[in-house]
């Protein structure tokens, strides 16, 4: 076979054969097939598409192109959740370790920041020590002994999603309902769940603007689950302003921590909650959405799922002192506060602008080789619907350098307005699909 005239196919609009799908993903993963060649034909798919059985196949070779995970000997339930991305979305860090508490086991396999939106793996790297990079063997025994893992893809488990999910955050192929569809369903699939959970997001600062095309993705990853044998649910929630307050990596982690310890924005726990019963449902240890809601928020008020998350934080190589003391967590030096020039109320707190602007800040790459900057990112002061007097804080800036400050200070401003009427906030969830 040959790479060029396959994306030449592809580009024109042609169809992919499952011999060909499973030859391009094996010579990428064995480096055969090179990036520019990958980048090219990944934006043909973003212009193109991918049929029903091209998706199937996309789907399987990712899936089999490493290792794949076998938790049968876990006894509990194994139920993870995934989310398309956002800003500002840290639900996995407490949700995973209150589900935990409850008796579910989580093999939580996430990823790192892709355009605006930011990555729970870079996140919990804010911690210093965690590791996320752990073998197969490394990651059963963790399961086993904890009920929880919070890791990335090792080199040798679903490799060509992992090399792949790295090229698309740079060459503007992100926004694609096959690639994201196969992306997660293929990592998911690798770690033999009984169930997934999944956060569909819609909004300026989803990958999916519209609800029309949140719900194919979400219809087209719970039909991925369904082929394969596994029970599927998304919610599509909102994010057309950031969730919570926090918007950066170590930030996020603070915020994070308060929800365990009965705190945090009211928006970032009513979600946690509701990924939760959803979990707890699924698994099997709770009979319904009330009792399900009442093991979590006993879960949190006793301290078991902070201690889940300290445990873990310690089994890969955290230093769990940052969680009793948050102040601990890397904080850039500077700060710059956006105050409201008027009076009113905020009718507008987009989360685009803002992601794109935490990138530039430092928080997020432009390219697969940057590094992230843990320390820098924003406090949201004001959401739509709040309102505001002249002179009130609307966004805390934390920063590093003045050239990136000045980078990001336009978007930020221009992320908030402030008008006359009243505002009413958007709706958390909008569908389920199941």
């Given at each position: 076979?040959?790479?060029?005239?396959?994306?030449?196919?592809?580009?024109?609009?042609?169809?992919?054969?499952?011999?060909?799908?499973?030859?391009?993903?094996?010579?990428?993963?064995?480096?055969?097939?090179?990036?520019?060649?990958?980048?090219?034909?990944?934006?043909?798919?973003?212009?193109?598409?991918?049929?029903?059985?091209?998706?199937?196949?996309w789907t399987d070779a990712m899936l089999h192109s490493g290792d794949v995970l076998d938790f049968s000997h876990v006894?509990?339930?194994?139920?993870?959740?995934?989310?398309?991305?956002?800003?500002?979305?840290?639900v996995s860090i407490p949700l995973a370790p209150i589900v935990a508490a409850c008796g579910v086991a989580v093999p939580m396999m996430s990823g790192r920041g892709l355009g605006h939106t930011g990555g729970t793996l870079d996140k919990l790297e804010s911690i210093p020590g965690f590791r996320t990079a752990l073998d197969p063997a490394e990651f059963t025994r963790l399961l086993a002994r904890t009920g929880l893992v919070l890791a990335g893809q090792s080199d040798r488990l679903v490799p060509a999603d992992r090399r792949i999910y790295a090229l698309r955050d740079v060459t503007g192929t992100v926004p694609s309902i096959p690639l994201i569809a196969s992306s997660i369903m293929s990592k998911k699939l690798a770690e033999g769940l009984d169930a997934l959970v999944l956060d569909v997001k819609v909004g300026s600062g989803a990958f999916?603007?519209?609800?029309?095309?949140?719900?194919?993705?979400?219809r087209t990853m719970v039909g991925i689950g369904a082929s394969y044998g596994t029970?599927?649910?998304?919610?599509?929630?909102?994010?057309?302003?950031?969730?919570?307050?926090?918007?950066g990596n170590a930030n996020e982690i603070a915020e994070s921590v308060e929800v365990l310890r009965g705190g945090g924005p009211s928006d970032l726990v009513e979600i946690t909650y509701r990924f939760g019963v959803e979990m707890l449902?699924?698994?099997?240890?709770?009979?319904?959405?009330?009792?399900?809601?009442?093991?979590?928020?006993?879960?949190?008020?006793?301290?078991?799922?902070f201690a889940k998350l300290e445990e873990v934080v310690v089994a890969q190589g955290g230093d769990p002192a940052v969680l009793h003391d948050t102040s601990l967590l890397a904080s850039a030096p500077e700060e710059t506060v956006v105050t409201a020039a008027r009076g009113g109320v905020v009718t507008r707190c987009d989360a685009l602008d803002l992601g794109v602007a935490a990138v530039r800040l430092g928080a997020g790459r432009a390219t697969k080789e940057e590094q992230i900057d843990p320390g820098v990112g924003f406090t949201v002061c004001a959401k739509v619907g709040d309102e505001v007097a002249?002179?009130?804080?609307?966004?805390?800036?934390?920063?590093?350098?003045?050239?990136r400050l000045a980078?990001?200070?336009?978007?930020?401003?221009?992320?908030?307005?402030?008008?006359?009427?009243?505002?009413?906030?958007?709706?958390?969830?909008?569908?389920?699909?199941?």
């Amino acid at each position: 076979m040959n790479v060029v005239e396959l994306i030449e196919h592809k580009r024109d609009g042609g169809k992919l054969s499952a011999d060909e799908v499973r030859w391009l993903i094996a010579g990428f993963t064995a480096d055969t097939v090179p990036d520019y060649q990958m980048a090219a034909l990944l934006m043909a798919i973003l212009l193109k598409g991918l049929d029903g059985e091209e998706l199937a196949s996309w789907t399987d070779a990712m899936l089999h192109s490493g290792d794949v995970l076998d938790f049968s000997h876990v006894a509990a339930p194994k139920v993870d959740k995934h989310s398309t991305g956002g800003v500002g979305d840290k639900v996995s860090i407490p949700l995973a370790p209150i589900v935990a508490a409850c008796g579910v086991a989580v093999p939580m396999m996430s990823g790192r920041g892709l355009g605006h939106t930011g990555g729970t793996l870079d996140k919990l790297e804010s911690i210093p020590g965690f590791r996320t990079a752990l073998d197969p063997a490394e990651f059963t025994r963790l399961l086993a002994r904890t009920g929880l893992v919070l890791a990335g893809q090792s080199d040798r488990l679903v490799p060509a999603d992992r090399r792949i999910y790295a090229l698309r955050d740079v060459t503007g192929t992100v926004p694609s309902i096959p690639l994201i569809a196969s992306s997660i369903m293929s990592k998911k699939l690798a770690e033999g769940l009984d169930a997934l959970v999944l956060d569909v997001k819609v909004g300026s600062g989803a990958f999916m603007k519209d609800i029309a095309r949140s719900r194919e993705l979400a219809r087209t990853m719970v039909g991925i689950g369904a082929s394969y044998g596994t029970p599927v649910s998304a919610l599509i929630t909102d994010m057309s302003q950031p969730l919570g307050a926090a918007v950066g990596n170590a930030n996020e982690i603070a915020e994070s921590v308060e929800v365990l310890r009965g705190g945090g924005p009211s928006d970032l726990v009513e979600i946690t909650y509701r990924f939760g019963v959803e979990m707890l449902l699924m698994a099997g240890v709770a009979g319904d959405r009330a009792a399900a809601r009442v093991q979590m928020q006993r879960a949190v008020s006793d301290g078991r799922a902070f201690a889940k998350l300290e445990e873990v934080v310690v089994a890969q190589g955290g230093d769990p002192a940052v969680l009793h003391d948050t102040s601990l967590l890397a904080s850039a030096p500077e700060e710059t506060v956006v105050t409201a020039a008027r009076g009113g109320v905020v009718t507008r707190c987009d989360a685009l602008d803002l992601g794109v602007a935490a990138v530039r800040l430092g928080a997020g790459r432009a390219t697969k080789e940057e590094q992230i900057d843990p320390g820098v990112g924003f406090t949201v002061c004001a959401k739509v619907g709040d309102e505001v007097a002249p002179g009130d804080p609307l966004v805390r800036i934390r920063w590093r350098e003045q050239r990136r400050l000045a980078e990001a200070m336009p978007l930020v401003e221009r992320a908030l307005v402030i008008g006359d009427g009243p505002a009413t906030p958007p709706p958390l969830v909008h569908e389920e699909v199941r």
